[in-house]
């Protein structure tokens, strides 16, 4: 029972376990209450410390919602009083909230119903709310919650999020002014909500007016949430949002998470108070006379015009219209509910028997006006907290009613009570009828007979959970909404009778109005002569009574001539057997559906107490899922099907050939389609994709992949459109779908605690079977501009810039030094990872065919200058790669033979095998030198390095025959499970087998990996002192660092790179960054200064080695600049995440102040950081603190003595390193303030040596 306390211990709560206190419960302490009331019961309303009144339906305002049927499962079901598999339907509000006298009503039934809890009215922000909000204030509302226009989960419709209100700013400090000008603030606390979630809009808020503020986004961030907007699907993939049992199983979250967070809002608050010389918080409220508005808003032409002098007003200098001339500024008087001298009063005294030992109660003839209001909340607010949902026994209270009742009678009664009337009723008469039991009647000595007189005003059990009604009259319009499980009947009802209805019974012995059952999704309602004219048979199916119906109606007719003598229901039952065949039994299609399908389904077989299978016992539930099925299903896909990548050839087989490593498959096998069907059902198709962009962890896609969108796609079976959807963003998915190493699947979704979706492996099937059906087709441009560009360098980033240039119109030349195109991905990838004829060489023939020309065997800096390419050409880009390898030159022994670059083994290997299959030369040109042999029959082999090119070099040597392969690393061991510093959806910094270590595992026995280990040294060999023997190296471990030997006949250096060589401009006079690479704005990509302004640098080149996959974003990006350069506008998409936002991409000077308040403690450490640099990185590291070139001769003198001075002052105090900007210079403000220091302390010593000074005599 979620309501009942809990005892001490431990609770699991998904994956975590929380610790539990004695008497905590795991009930909310705010209760809503919408316009659909769903489960709204007296038990509901009594375990609540806040009751909020919600006319701001979300991101809906006035609009309703819906529950789909798939969600309205197990506690969902009975929580909402509905049926299991029937959607629930969420009004627009009305119904009892149409006016402001209504709301009031409502707040009246709902402090009776809990005359302890706080009344809350949420209102959504908009032109008018201070007069809105001021009524609700009169209508005795504790509390008002302003929701602005942002928040939710974003599972609305997109209208609905896109207009659905205003800024809460706005909302706050429009109610805020106008309850102060009608005096009303004192009685009633503003909250705000709407993506609140730093302490500078904590205070934001109060200043405006809101005493309080309500958090929900961050702080489900902090517990877990992903934010992936499919919270009405009922997958969230993290536990939060979901009634599955199997997905609450992932939730982690535990509630310090939700502590710290809020302590550190509650810290900046406390820290921006301090600032403004605030002590309390209460201090803040209202003093918008703090608040100025951004200078730079006058900078831009949407913002220049701007006035915010009404919404800065202070609210203390209107003119008040109430009585007193000063009123409060906070909430400080309680609203005063009169509810001490209600009847509810003398019924709780009268019931005292009841409810102390549950004895027998009858009070008679208790007279009632209509003045009296919402009798019977009271009572049951004091049966429900004794008793809970059960109540009393049926008819222990008995309390009859004479006279008018006034409104919402039997408010939310409660199970054992009987309201009996001898009158008529006004509105609301049943509202949130919860167990309870109502008998109306006309009074006795009344003329009119019963069931031609209205007895019961408008809306009569709304939103009714349970009990029963019986009215001897006709009920007004809107009799029975939203009933939700109680049994009602009555002589005739107005329009819109049984409206949204979803359990329940209703019987009618009369007429009915016009729009029955509209919206009615659940529940009976038995109609005597129906008129179908006055039916609303959208959602109804009509039917006539059977047997069992017949008994059931006979009953129920004759306790209502029992319990009001009523003359209808006694001519009635004079003669049943035709009575019963003039009833018409409504019953809603889709309340019919899920009955049948409950009929229907299955039973559910018991759990067995025998042991599981002995092959299965040690497999977790997820791995016995299957990964390929025919026709998966794609809503619980990432659910209900494990995942499978694309397989590889066994380990020793793939080892004795240079084909690729991937197990090739028949695109046109069922089973082919069926598993890569299966793997696309697994995308979730979040809401915000983290897979699409990249982000400053290393994860996501570099290209902006529509990855959600051809994921659909192909599961649909559509896959051209996928392949257009695919080449939309990605020029080259053969080299991505083999080469690229995934980010996108670490910043999947799924990744966070289970395998990711197979996105490479899709990607890779997208294209080939495009090539298999022949749709890669070359698409020459229609039509020229006559301007050239040359491209330098023929690798990811050149192909990429060349083809988008290409399809501009411009004429591209490509040259390459090597003499076959490709760059990386010819030489540097070897073959068994990126198959060079099949893929490389294939497009490049369709590039060729598309009219770009390639030209080989070309230097830049050697055949032919950079001048005169940049001369020559409208535009050149410089694509020629990071292609100086860091190497080891002060280490002894490097000058000994076999000691190879990486690139170096890579493209000779390479070249070898390519030349031997196309059967040409080793010498293909006059300056080409031939391609060193490498002959590694037997030898022991030493690899250098942790990356992929280290790797690959150990594939390569086993391939050619090393007797034992070693690769080296600087690190330890990754560990097996996301480390914290890693979080998803970074790049995860776990343990990983590439496809060569579990090849030199299989033939040798052992991984290739020794970790920890730091080369110091080449030891020549004992058989030809020329050549390296050995390694000298030392390896930690527990007991500290050893000295180990290890044997080697080649060594590889595959330790990295450190930009492009010289070669390109051998006089240096292109800039280059700290890690020598040529220096160009990300994003605009012109080479700094270059005597040329049509001289491009893109690709690694400029950004330093990265993946292929990057490489061609930089291409596609430096390729749409360079045709706005050219033509002054492109039509070529950009593909640099920050160019295609221009909020970040148009990043502060450096050296510009920050905005907003900066933390005391982060003044001085604090570095105002260019966000290009950091994405241009593609990871979360420390920043590198430049130091600037002097301004001039004159502050560089100046600098350098104050360095000299520090670094003295430093060496006494035994500090490490100190450092001074040459380029810092001090604010003129503070130059002013120590001015005026100066000038007062001056002016302070002339006035002590006058006081001082002896009198004249």
């Known amino acids: 029972d979620r309501f009942s306390p809990m005892k001490e211990g431990r609770l699991t709560m998904g994956a975590s376990e929380w610790e539990i206190f004695e008497g905590d419960t795991s009930r909310s302490r705010i209760k809503q209450v919408a316009s659909g009331r769903f489960g709204v019961t007296a038990e509901y309303l009594a375990n609540a410390d806040e009751i909020q009144i919600k006319l701001a339906q979300g991101a809906k305002p006035g609009e309703g919602g819906e529950l789909p049927g798939y969600k309205v499962v197990g506690k969902i079901a009975e929580t909402r009083k509905a049926t299991p598999g029937v959607g629930l339907i969420s009004p627009p509000p009305h119904h009892d909230m149409y ?76 109610t805020h002014q106008t309850l102060v000008l009608n005096g009303l603030r004192d009685r009633v606390t503003v909250q705000t909500d709407g993506q609140i979630r730093t302490g500078r809009d904590v205070v934001m808020a109060a200043l405006l007016g809101a005493e309080e503020v309500a958090m929900t986004t961050a702080p489900l961030i902090a517990l877990g949430c992903i934010m992936m907007r499919k919270c009405h699907l009922n997958t969230c993939p993290v536990g939060v949002a979901t009634q599955d049992p199997e997905l609450r199983k992932k939730f982690t979250g535990q509630p310090e998470h939700l502590i710290n967070y809020l302590f550190m809002v509650a810290e900046d608050v406390r820290e921006i108070m301090a600032s403004l010389g605030c002590r ?45 001339t000063e009123g409060s500024m906070f909430c400080c008087v309680p609203q005063d509910h009169e509810l001490a001298h209600v009847l509810d009063r003398q019924l709780v005294l009268r019931a005292a028997p009841a409810l102390e030992d549950k004895s027998q109660v009858m009070v008679k003839d208790l007279a009632i006006k209509n003045i009296d209001r919402s009798v019977g909340g009271i009572l049951s607010f004091e049966v429900t907290r004794r008793f809970g949902a059960a109540g009393l026994p049926d008819g222990t209270v008995h309390v009859k009613f004479k006279g008018p009742s006034g409104q919402s009678f039997g408010n939310f009664l409660a199970p054992g009570l009987t309201f009996e009337l001898e009158g008529d009723a006004n509105d609301y008469i049943g509202k949130g009828l919860s167990g309870g039991c109502l008998v109306v009647y006309k009074p006795g000595q009344a003329p009119f007979k019963g069931h031609e007189a209205i007895l019961a005003g408008n809306a009569a059990l709304y939103g009714a959970t349970a009990g029963k009604s019986f009215m001897a009259g006709i009920a007004a319009e809107r009799f029975a909404v939203r009933n939700s499980g109680a049994t009602a009947v009555v002589e005739g009802v107005g329009d819109h009778g049984c409206e949204y209805m979803t359990r329940g019974l209703v019987v009618i012995l009369g007429s009915t109005g016009a729009n029955f059952a509209a919206g009615m999704s659940g529940g009976l309602a038995y109609l005597l002569d129906i008129d179908k004219t006055s ?61 049948e399908s409950m009929k229907s389904a299955p039973t559910e077989k018991k759990a067995s107490d025998t042991q599981p299978i002995v092959q299965n016992g040690a497999k977790d539930l997820e791995d016995l899922r299957p990964n390929s099925v025919h026709e ?124 990711p979706v197979a996105i490479k492996s899709t990607e890779l099937a997208i294209i080939e079977y495009g090539f298999s059906k022949g749709w890669i087709k070359p698409h020459p441009p229609q039509v020229r501009t006559r301007k050239r560009v040359c491209i330098i360098g023929s690798g990811p980033a050149g192909l990429a810039a060349a ?323 050219l033509m002054g506008e492109t039509s070529l998409p950009r593909a640099a995440p920050l160019a295609a936002n221009p909020t970040f991409f148009q990043m502060p000077k450096k050296g510009d102040a920050q905005p907003g308040l900066v933390k005391r403690f982060q003044r001085k450490r604090r570095q105002n950081q260019d966000v290009s640099e950091a994405f241009e990185r593609g990871l979360l590291v420390e920043p590198v603190l430049e130091e600037p070139e002097a301004e001039s001769k004159a502050s560089q003198a100046a600098t350098s003595s104050m360095k000299i001075a520090v670094e003295e002052r430093g060496a006494k105090v035994g500090m490490d390193e100190v450092a001074v900007s040459s380029g810092a210079t001090t604010p003129k403000w503070l130059l002013a303030g120590f001015a005026g220091l100066a000038i007062a302390n001056v002016a302070l010593l002339g006035t002590v040596v006058a006081l001082l000074r002896p009198p004249r005599r």
């Open 99 to 174: 006016s402001i006298e209504d709301v009031a009503q409502l707040i009246r039934d709902l402090k009776n119903a809990n005359p302890a809890a706080r009344i809350s009215v949420k209102l959504v922000a908009r032109i008018g709310i201070g007069v809105i909000a001021s009524g609700v204030t009169k209508g005795k509302a504790d509390h008002l919650t302003i929701s602005g226009m942002s928040g939710g989960t974003g599972a609305a419709k997109w209208t609905s999020i896109k207009h659905c209100g205003l800024p809460w700013e706005i909302g706050v400090a429009e």
């Open 280 to 324: 309390r918080f209460t201090e803040l409220i209202g003093r918008t006379d703090l608040l100025r508005p951004s200078a730079h808003l006058k900078e831009h032409w949407k913002t220049a015009d701007l006035d915010f002098t009404d919404l800065l007003r202070p609210a203390w200098t209107l003119q008040s219209m109430a009585a007193e």
């Open 535 to 595: 039916l609303n048979m959208e959602s109804i199916l009509l039917e006539p009574v059977g047997a069992e119906d017949s008994k059931m109606l006979e009953d129920l007719v004759k306790d209502h001539a029992r319990l009001t003598s009523s003359a209808k229901a006694q001519e009635l039952l004079a003669n049943w057997d035709k009575t019963a065949k003039r009833f018409t039994k409504v019953f809603p299609k889709e309340y019919k559906k899920a009955l």
């Open 632 to 755: 998966p299903q794609k809503k619980r896909g990432f659910h209900e099907y494990a995942r499978k990548s694309m397989s590889y050839r066994p380990d020793k087989d793939r080892t004795m050939d240079w084909e690729e490593i991937y197990a090739s498959q028949t695109k046109k096998s069922q089973q082919w389609h069926s598993w890569i069907q299966t793997q696309t059902a697994r995308c979730m198709d979040c809401g915000t994709p983290t897979c699409h962009s990249p982000n400053q962890g290393g994860g996501g896609c570099p290209l902006g992949n529509r990855i959600p969108t051809w994921n659909q796609l192909v599961h649909e079976g559509e896959w051209k459109r996928a392949l257009e959807r695919l080449l939309d963003t990605n020029n080259f998915p053969e080299f991505t779908g083999t080469t690229c190493p995934a980010p996108c699947e670490e910043a999947c979704v799924l990744g966070i605690n289970e395998s």
């Open 803 to 1125: 083809q988008q240039l290409n399809r501009a119109g411009h004429l591209v030349q490509i040259l390459e030094r090597a003499d076959r195109g490709g760059g990386l991905l010819m030489y540097g990838i070897p073959s068994m990872k990126l198959a060079k004829t099949e893929k490389v060489l294939r497009r490049l023939q369709l590039l060729k065919d598309e009219g770009i020309e390639f030209k080989y065997n070309c230097e830049v800096g050697k055949d032919v200058s950079m001048a005169e390419l940049c001369t020559q050409n409208d535009a050149v880009i410089l694509a020629t790669g990071a292609t100086q390898c860091r190497d080891m030159r002060s280490t002894e022994g490097r000058h000994l033979k076999n000691i190879v670059q990486a690139m170096d083994f890579l493209t000779a290997t390479q070249k070898t095998n390519l030349d031997a299959e196309s059967g040409q030369s080793h010498i293909r040109h006059s300056s080409s030198r031939k391609s060193p042999p490498y002959d590694l029959q037997g030898a022991r082999v030493v690899v250098i390095g942790g990356g992929d090119t280290a790797v690959d070099c150990v594939a390569t040597a086993v391939r050619l025959g090393a007797r034992s392969v070693l690769q080296f690393s600087r690190r330890d061991e990754a560990p097996k499970q996301r480390p914290s510093h890693t979080p998803w959806p970074c790049w995860a910094d776990t343990y990983r087998v590439d496809y060569a270590h579990s090849e030199v595992k299989a033939l040798h026995g052992r991984d290739p990996r020794e970790y920890l280990v730091a080369t110091k040294g080449f030891k020549a060999s004992a058989e030809d002192p020329s050549r390296v023997g050995a390694v000298i190296a030392t390896q930690a471990n527990a007991d500290g660092a050893a000295v180990i030997e290890y044997p080697a006949e080649l060594v590889v250096l595959a330790m990295g790179f450190t930009g492009p060589d010289k070669v390109v401009d051998p006089q240096g006079v292109l800039a280059r960054d700290q890690n020598s690479n040529f220096k160009a704005d990300y994003g605009e990509y012109v080479a700094e200064n270059a005597p040329w302004k049509n001289l491009f640098a893109c690709g690694d080149c400029r950004r330093g080695a990265s993946l292929v996959v990057t490489a061609i974003a930089e291409g596609r990006d430096c390729a749409a600049r360079i045709d706005s350069f």
